[in-house]
């Protein structure tokens, strides 16, 4: 053979060994096995407090199916990991995704990620990334949740913090927005004597009065002369309480033949506010199958209401509706979904 012969040859094994090689893995493996295109990733530099997110490509390169049986993080509970699916066909691709959560101290970070098949020859498999954590910009919280609000108790306030990046002292926040007409934040530069080691801010953020009753999401935007992260967005939620709640919240009728008439009882229950409660109105149904009354006052802090299914041939399947509960003030109605399964 020439030299010129065996130079190629050479370069050819090189490149086999080289990114080809998963692919050259394909190959046929008695019963599952499975072979990742790489096992360490370096995902480089990231901010402290952000989530980084990262994928590992595998294939099964055996000649039967592959079962992904666990995922497992051996190194922290700031990690979690997603398989494209469990089951994998002979030379079917797939891939494990993996989010990060970065720590808020700087420095070095080595994560360790355990993959469990039914391959007989190599059942866990080990996946590592690593990486650089610099301070980009963090506050605490990472959310603001005001938990159960009563809607009498508005306005409410959460305080928060926020840090600078690493070596930039001149940071500012230039200004702040609610989400919504429902909020309002305000922030000012920390006073340097209390916080010598990192340039800070102290903000606020609160609800007004108004917030319709249910779940409230939303979020703070906070603006800022950092290149990299100009604008912060600090996710806000709350659950808003009525002077009354509904137990049980959802009522399902279960199995209903047609013709037949079955009732079940909604207790409404003060929200525990010393204030002159809001009287219920009336009652409402949205529903063809569904109706409603206010039943006797049971005390000053509870009331019942008599919800009826009466089905016909017309509600056949899956009936669904919503008790909806007005009250004399005008104030947002309590809204309860109502199912029933009907039968002929």
């Excluded at 922290?76 to 990060?100: D, H, M, N, W």
């Excluded at 007989?120 to 954590?133: E, S, T, Y």
Aim: net charge neutral.
């Amino acid at each position: 053979m020439s030299w010129r012969k065996m130079l190629v040859a050479l370069g050819l094994v090189v490149l086999s060994t080289g990114t080809g090689y998963f692919f050259a893995q394909l190959q046929k493996a008695e019963g599952p096995a499975i072979s990742f295109q790489d096992t360490l990733v370096d995902f480089g530099t990231a901010h402290a407090n952000r989530t980084i997110e990262l994928e590992f490509p595998f294939a099964n390169v055996g000649n039967s199916a592959l079962i992904i049986e666990r995922v497992e993080d051996s190194s922290c509970a700031c990690t979690s990991t997603l398989p494209s699916g469990r089951r994998f066909e002979p030379g079917q691709k797939g891939s494990i995704k993996v989010r990060y959560r970065a720590p808020y101290a700087p420095g070095p970070v080595l994560r360790r990620v355990t993959v469990e098949t039914n391959a007989p020859k190599d059942p866990n498999v080990r996946l590592a990334f690593h990486g650089k954590i610099e301070r980009g910009i963090s506050w605490v919280p990472l959310a603001i949740d005001f938990g159960s609000v009563q809607h009498r108790a508005l306005p409410v306030e959460r305080a928060f913090k926020v840090y600078a990046p690493s070596g930039m002292d001149d940071f500012v926040i230039d200004s702040v927005q609610g989400s919504s007409d429902f909020t309002t934040a305000t922030v000012r530069r920390a006073v340097p004597e209390v916080y010598r080691i990192l340039p800070h801010y102290e903000g606020v953020v609160g609800l007004r009065p108004g917030i319709p009753l249910g779940e409230f999401s939303g979020k703070v935007s906070l603006h800022t002369n950092c290149s990299t992260q100009p604008v912060l967005n600090i996710p806000l939620k709350a659950t808003m309480l009525g002077d009354w709640r509904a137990r049980p919240d959802r009522l399902a009728f279960g199995r209903i033949s047609i013709g037949d008439s079955t009732e079940r009882k909604i207790e409404l229950i003060a929200n525990g506010t010393t204030d002159p409660l809001t009287v219920p109105a009336k009652v409402d149904v949205e529903g063809s199958c569904f109706s409603a009354r206010l039943a006797d006052q049971t005390g000053s802090s509870s009331l019942s209401i008599v919800v009826t299914a009466e089905p016909d041939r017309e509600d056949v399947g899956n009936a669904v509706g919503e008790l909806v509960v007005y009250f004399v003030d005008d104030s947002t109605p309590l809204r309860v979904r109502l199912s029933a399964l009907v039968v002929d």
